[in-house]
């Protein structure tokens, strides 16, 4: 097996290598791991641009409570009012919110582990509002619900999305995937998708 590396000289995970003729200059395939990450990112940012999407994820963002600079930790509400749960640094992901319960951060909750998985399969290495959004997008992509989001069939893409988001409740008339944690009702998810801008079928 060839190794892959990085444009850093990082070695890149055994999943990235393949059968190949040995030679010595490993560019080709570098260049071609590149391409795929910006691929990857081009579609989501294309995917961004729809407005049931974006209304999607502003559901998601005010169901969670969320804001693009939360970090998050036990009775964060209270904290965030007093700035112990904020960050500035939208260089990297900033790690665990005060008292280090969890590393969930940012508009949607996204862990440190999230935003490795995710952000690394489009090459993202910061954690600007945009850069969350295209990891939700990805994530949302992952659980293979975003053309029912597109086509407006929100029932359809709760089940899914409510594994990801605690605060999402699986689609009209349900709970959410984990309880006892506290969510939105599907009524009032809706009613924030559709104040986003979003249409349903």
Request: proline share 6%; hydrophobic share 35%.
């Amino acid at each position: 097996m060839a190794e892959v590396v990085s444009k850093s000289g990082r070695k890149m995970s055994p999943v990235a290598t393949r059968e190949v003729t040995a030679v010595k200059d490993t560019s080709p395939k570098t260049v071609a791991l590149d391409a795929k990450k910006q691929i990857r990112r081009a579609e989501n940012e294309e995917y961004l641009k729809d407005p049931n999407v974006k209304a999607y994820l502003a559901a998601i963002a005010k169901a969670e409570g969320g804001d693009y600079h939360a970090k998050y930790g036990y009775g964060w509400a209270k904290g965030f009012q007093t700035g112990k749960w904020t960050f500035t640094d939208e260089s990297t992901h900033p790690g665990a919110g005060f008292g280090g319960s969890t590393t969930a951060s940012g508009l949607y909750q996204i862990t440190i582990a999230t935003w490795r998985e995710y952000g690394g399969k489009m090459g993202l290495t910061d954690f600007t509002p945009h850069t969350q959004d295209l990891i939700a997008v990805d994530i949302l992509r992952t659980l293979g619900v975003i053309d029912k989001i597109k086509a407006g069939d929100i029932p359809g893409a709760m089940p899914k999305a409510a594994t990801r988001w605690a605060a999402l409740p699986e689609g009209p008339g349900k709970k959410n995937h984990y309880p006892p944690q506290p969510y939105a009702e599907y009524p009032d998810f809706l009613s924030y998708y559709k104040s986003a801008g979003g249409t349903v079928k």
